[in-house]
């Protein structure tokens, strides 16, 4: 069961900016809990993109960044790239019932 | 760097229970903590369950009623057992090494299709 909501698709051109929202509630982003950011590129595992709102692991180009506001966190890939085509998902910590991981819906970035 | 594989049969029957386990190889730290993802074809991903490295566990509520993590880090292993399966359960099934509340290192994930 998904919690935080996204877009289920977006589009841009190569070098264009494009952003992901991410909706949440009050017993998850918007008690505190730190979101991050994780790409699945066709037929791979995810991989961690962004951790703790707007932290990148090593080896992430800085043309991703994260940002989180009130009950909502955004993805923003700018200066897009054709390798960028790739499913997007949030992830937080809900602190509702024994408290539990929820992830996004999911989005389809295509370039 | 660590490294994560999942293992188990690929093919379980409506009503038997699906047996997966995690071979970890690298940092295995009892700070980190071991969980289990999945992801039916062509939909998104699901949370199921964690265990920490000194042994708590936390599962999701919509499937807590069905699901058992154990895990045996001393062995680099730990495993999820999801009881009365249904071709809803079909799903690619991840695991996956946390710290906090994100998940660092995955696995490759393996299928396993419910069916008789």
């Known amino acids: 069961q998904s919690v935080l909501t996204q877009p289920p698709s977006v589009s841009g051109a190569p070098g264009q900016r494009v952003t992901i929202s991410c909706t949440g509630s009050?017993?998850?982003?918007?008690?505190?809990?730190?979101v991050h950011w994780y790409q699945q590129l066709p037929g791979t595992a995810p991989t961690l993109l962004i951790f703790n709102n707007n932290n990148r692991p090593s080896g992430v180009p800085d043309r991703f960044s994260g940002s989180k506001s009130g009950t909502s966190a955004s993805l923003a890939i700018t200066g897009l790239q054709a390798e960028d085509e790739a499913d997007y998902y949030c992830q937080s910590y809900d602190s509702s019932l024994t408290g539990f991981y929820v992830f996004g819906t999911g989005t389809k970035v295509t370039v | 760097q660590v490294q994560l594989l999942e293992s188990g049969p690929g093919l379980v029957k409506p009503s038997e229970t699906l047996s997966l386990t995690c071979s970890v190889s690298?940092?295995?730290?009892?700070?980190?903590?071991w969980s289990w993802i999945r992801q039916p074809p062509g939909k998104g991903l699901e949370w199921i369950a964690y265990i920490s490295g000194v042994g708590s566990t936390n599962y999701s509520p919509s499937l807590m009623n069905r699901v058992t993590i154990t895990g045996d880090m001393s062995k680099n292993q730990f495993s999820l057992k999801l009881n009365s399966v249904t071709a809803a359960d079909t799903a690619v099934y991840y695991c996956?090494?946390?710290?906090?509340?994100?998940?660092?290192?995955w696995g490759q994930g393996t299928l396993v299709t419910v069916s008789s």
């Open positions: 009050s017993s998850n982003i918007g008690a505190g809990y730190d």
């Open positions: 996956a090494r946390g710290v906090m509340y994100e998940l660092e290192s």
């Open positions: 690298g940092d295995s730290d009892s700070n980190y903590h």
